[in-house]
């Protein structure tokens, strides 16, 4: 019996969701929200189960992604993620079986790093991916035991990896089964992909283009290695071969995401650290840009968010509203790594030409575990925009308050 069919009856065996999804659909640049079943997508379109039709160019995001641990990924050189149900190393590069996937071999040339088990704990996750996920880092090893090895190797075909001698270290010679994780390649950006696609197994990543032939998917990815799903062994009626992709966002240039400005001003009020006296400075702090407030990916109800700002209770964070912005969009939520903890209140702030502050949403109580919440703010001629986050009635334990998908809409959106 082969991996692939072993893989599948053991998912089958503890898998009871319906097959029928029904994802979420975030209109641009309104913020609307619906459910529907995607059925199609051509010619710059979405076809959906009730006979209705959405253009590319009116959606925001389609779904949202999810992160898998305890699985293989293969880090491509452009960012992009393919998860795997077991990896194999090669002199040609990595081999990768998947329930999802057909067999593929990934050159070494595309590949930017290899993981062999993701952590599930969120925190060793974070760490392990801010290396991997690091610009300036390259080639190096990190074992089971987070010793970490800088410095090149060569794989060959029985799967082992041999470091080169340098300065710190002798050559060296060691098992897959042995690292936690290495690093081959410089991480590259791409600016000519039009997508960005999340699949259910936990694969995501730009996309130049993905779509559908009879019973299978193709993702054709920014760094030009394609995937086709498998065919599934059970033929049902129902099945959509849709199901499979989680999440969809085309890359627009009339929006601007928060994370990707500078603020002009942070300030966060110290608590439970002595008295304030009215000489004292207050503390600043710059806030998570695309991490949540302790510097780790921004998550929510299992979900994870590419782009928004991370803030603790009692701060301040200032910008400047970009050029031609005219609706400010957030969703607002306590991080998934504090749990049930955590109680803040969200506030925003507007002002023109340096005048006054004036106050334009204020949030109710909002606590860990809490279902997150879209805000929609028209920016009018205000040229200013301040976020507070405050504190509620918990203290600042575990306050960590993300603004998930913050963005401006610019005025050439449709």
């Not at 030009?224 to 959509?240: C, S």
């Not at 991490?291 to 400047?320: C, E, P, W, Y």
Request: aromatic letters at 8%.
């Amino acid at each position: 019996m082969s991996v692939r069919m072993v893989l599948t009856l053991l998912l089958c065996l503890s898998w009871g969701r319906p097959t029928m999804a029904q994802h979420r659909v975030q209109l641009h640049p309104t913020g609307t929200v619906s459910q529907r079943t995607l059925l199609q997508v051509q010619n710059g379109t979405m076809e959906f189960a009730n006979d209705s039709a959405l253009s590319l160019s009116e959606l925001y995001s389609f779904g949202q992604l999810r992160q898998q641990a305890n699985r293989g990924w293969v880090v491509l050189k452009h960012g992009e993620v393919l998860v795997a149900d077991q990896l194999k190393l090669g002199r040609e590069g990595v081999e990768m079986q998947s329930l999802l996937w057909q067999p593929l071999t990934v050159p070494w040339k595309d590949v930017r790093a290899v993981i062999r088990n993701v952590p599930k704990v969120l925190s060793a996750r974070d760490r392990l991916l801010d290396s991997i996920f690091d610009d300036e880092a390259s080639h190096f090893v990190l074992f089971n035991r987070q010793t970490r090895i800088d410095g090149k190797f060569t794989i060959d075909e029985e799967g082992f990896l041999h470091l080169e001698a340098s300065q710190s270290v002798q050559a060296l010679t060691v098992p897959f089964s042995s690292v936690q994780a290495f690093v081959m390649n410089e991480m590259q950006r791409n600016k000519t992909a039009e997508l960005f696609v999340g699949f259910s197994d936990g694969s995501f990543g730009q996309a130049s283009r993905v779509s559908r032939k009879g019973r299978q998917l193709t993702w054709e990815t920014a760094s030009q290695v394609r995937l086709t799903t498998a065919e599934p062994l059970f033929v049902q009626e129902e099945v959509n071969v849709w199901e499979n992709l989680i999440c969809l966002r085309p890359l627009k240039t009339d929006v601007v995401f928060l994370d990707g400005l500078e603020e002009t001003q942070s300030v966060s009020l110290p608590f439970f650290e002595g008295t304030l006296a009215h000489t004292e400075p207050l503390k600043y702090s710059r806030p998570g840009h695309g991490r949540n407030a302790i510097g780790g990916m921004l998550r929510h109800d299992n979900f994870t968010f590419q782009h928004g700002l991370g803030m603790k209770s009692l701060s301040r964070v200032t910008f400047d509203i970009p050029e031609a912005a005219t609706t400010f969009i957030s969703d607002i939520a306590i991080d998934s790594i504090a749990g049930t903890r955590g109680s803040v209140t969200f506030h925003v702030f507007l002002r023109e030409n340096s005048g006054d502050w004036i106050p334009v949403y204020s949030s109710g109580v909002i606590r860990g575990g809490d279902r997150n919440q879209t805000i929609k703010v028209p920016l009018a001629e205000a040229k200013e925009i301040s976020l507070v986050v405050g504190m509620a009635d918990r203290a600042t334990v575990a306050d960590y308050a993300n603004w998930l998908d913050a963005r401006f809409i610019l005025q050439q959106a449709r």
